[in-house]
């Protein structure tokens, strides 16, 4: 007979639990805005090498695509304003939108925790969406 391995059905719901991100509101929101200021840091200190290791996969490879150069580079060269102190932070299950006194960053949460998905962000009228100066597909 062949052996099937037996779960704890409380051990199984705290895996979901921490897979699925179901931290509190304000631990995602801190771990989001801590992924901005990493990112911010990083980029106005001259360190465009680590600002690139906070960017989601795809927005990533976007910008390296259209710069035609890689990340550090091409990071270096867009027009991301430097943010200044974090307003407001929104969490909507696995995506946050963190705004900060001058510019709106898009994050996702991944499995090594928030990325950035869109940087350099401003709103725009008529109800379209932002436009962002560093963004994923």
Not at 97 to 107: A, E, G, Q, S, Y
């Amino acid at each position: 007979m062949p052996h099937r391995p037996f779960l704890c059905p409380a051990a199984a719901a705290a895996g979901l639990l921490l897979l699925s991100g179901c931290a509190s509101v304000t631990e995602r929101e801190s771990a989001a805005s801590g992924a901005v200021e990493r990112f911010e840091a990083a980029l106005r200190s001259g360190q465009a090498e680590r600002a690139c290791a906070v960017l989601a996969p795809g927005t990533l490879e976007e910008l390296e695509d259209s710069a035609k150069r890689a990340c550090p580079a091409a990071l270096s060269a867009a027009e991301v304003p430097a943010g200044g102190a974090v307003e407001r932070v929104d969490v909507y299950g696995r995506q946050a939108r963190v705004v900060l006194l001058h510019d709106t960053l898009f994050l996702s949460v991944f499995p090594d925790g928030w990325r950035i998905t869109a940087a350099g962000c401003e709103p725009r009228t008529g109800g379209l969406p932002y436009s962002c100066e560093v963004k994923g597909e």
